[in-house]
Every structure is written in C-alpha cells, then in structure tokens.
C-alpha cells in the first residue's frame, strides 16, 4: 500500500539511486527509510514512466488525464510535481 504523498524528499532520494530500486532496496540507511518505503518508491516510479512514456510517445487523451489525477492525489504540491516531471526525463 502507498505510504503517503510524494514530497520533494522522496524525489531527491529517487534521484539520488537515479531510479534503481535494488540500489534503493540495499544501500537505504536508516533515515532513508524513514522518508521513503518501497510502495512509495513505486508509485514514483509509476508516475515517471507515465511521464515519460507521455513525453516520447503519441498516448491516448484518456491516459494523459489518468496520469494527470493520479499526480493531483499522490504528490504533494507543484514543487513535487515540477521535480517528479524533471526526473521523467531523465
């Protein structure tokens, strides 16, 4: 289950591991978990391939606005938002 909203922390720390999740899952301190657990990491991770995908591809309007609200109810504010679009095109 997701743990929360996506917050710029949690976007630093997915950046931080350049989106691997085995590096996240074995290298993570203490702290790290604190911030971010493995449902939040994927739900970041859904949310920047979504991004992406949007960005490389022609997709339907229906996917579009479906990325859209489940960026509007899992990210914390529009800095999130900003950061999590930023890491998408990576």
């Known amino acids: 289950m997701f743990n929360g909203l996506i917050t710029v ?3 630093r720390l997915y950046g931080r591991y350049k989106g691997d999740p085995d590096g996240f899952s074995r290298a993570r301190n203490e702290a790290e978990m604190r911030i971010m ?3 939040d990491w994927n739900k970041i991770n859904e949310l920047v391939q979504r991004i ?3 960005n490389s591809v022609p997709v339907a309007e229906s ?3 479906t990325t859209a609200r489940m960026i509007e109810e899992h990210v914390f504010n529009e800095d999130a ?3 999590l679009r930023e890491l998408a095109k990576l």
Do not use: I
């Open 37 to 39: 657990v493995d449902c």
């Open 52 to 54: 992406s995908l949007e």
């Open 81 to 83: 938002a900003k950061q």
């Open 9 to 11: 922390e949690m976007l």
């Open 63 to 65: 996917f579009r606005a």
